[in-house]
T-cell receptor, first 113, second 115 residues
Framework: GENVEQHPSTLSVQEGDSAVIKCTYS??????FPWYKQELGKGPQLIID?????GEKKDQRIAVTLNKTAKHFSLHITETQPEDSAVYFC????????????FGRGTQLTVWP | NAGVTQTPKFQVLKTGQSMTLQCAQD?????MYWYRQDPGMGLRLIYY???????DKGEVPNGYNVSRLNKREFSLRLESAAPSQTSVYFC??????????????FGPGTRLTVL
């Protein structure tokens, strides 16, 4: 299977600063990399994803970059706000396994006002 | 659309008791999943069902059984609960969306405590 490692496990930033969360994966056959946000007491929700034929994707204040050679991908949040505080999970999916995701262990992001 | 619904929201069991966690989705998705979430461990796949009538083991299937009752419903059963099964359980579903996107949607979770 796939092995996804995520760093850091906790991240504290001041409101307005940027936050970066990094993930590595082990299987070069992985071709889909979603990021999920989980607010307290709720289920994870997809916030952005990237496929292996793309190097970067942006959606307003969030962006994801993918380096296939190094097998790592990152989530970038700019101009952070207190409502960005949550647990963020990266995941990877092998090309041959439709739907099945392998998750990182999560990053607790806290944005201080 | 309710999306993915799970029942119950909370449950306390004694060691050795059995129970079934229910999950239903109204998005006409083919694939459904059961995960458990433990502190510092992320989301670990217990079982999944790629389509109605099929089920497969994930990373941590021991102590669990599943039933894909129909396309909408996917239940998780603990036959003899153990304290190590204390966790938050999430059900998810996925299916091909317009444009070929395949997004996994999660339910609100069931918090299970085994004493």
């Amino acid at each position: 299977g796939e092995n996804v490692e995520q760093h850091p496990s906790t991240l504290s930033v001041q409101e307005g600063d940027s936050a970066v969360i990094k993930c590595t994966y082990s299987d070069s056959a992985s071709n889909y990399f979603p990021w999920y946000k989980q607010e307290l007491g709720k289920g994870p929700q997809l916030i952005i994803d990237i496929r292996s034929n793309v190097g970067e994707k942006k959606d307003q204040r969030i962006a994801v970059t993918l380096n296939k050679t190094a097998k790592h991908f990152s989530l970038h949040i700019t101009e952070t706000q207190p409502e960005d505080s949550a647990v963020y999970f990266c995941a990877a999916r092998l090309g041959s396994t439709l739907g099945r995701l392998y998750f990182g262990r999560g990053t607790q992001l806290t944005v201080w006002p | 659309n309710a999306g993915v619904t799970q029942t119950p929201k909370f449950q306390v069991l004694k060691t050795g008791q059995s129970m079934t966690l229910q999950c239903a989705q109204d998005m006409n998705h083919n694939s459904m999943y059961w995960y458990r979430q433990d502190p510092g461990m992320g989301l670990r796949l217990i079982y999944y069902s790629a389509s109605e009538g099929t089920t497969d083991k994930g990373e941590v299937p021991n102590g669990y059984n599943v039933s894909r009752l129909n396309k909408r419903e996917f239940s998780l059963r603990l036959e003899s609960a153990a304290p190590s099964q204390t966790s938050v359980y999430f059900c998810a579903s996925s299916g091909l969306l317009a444009g070929g996107k395949d997004e996994q949607f999660f339910g609100p979770g069931t918090r299970l405590t085994v004493l």
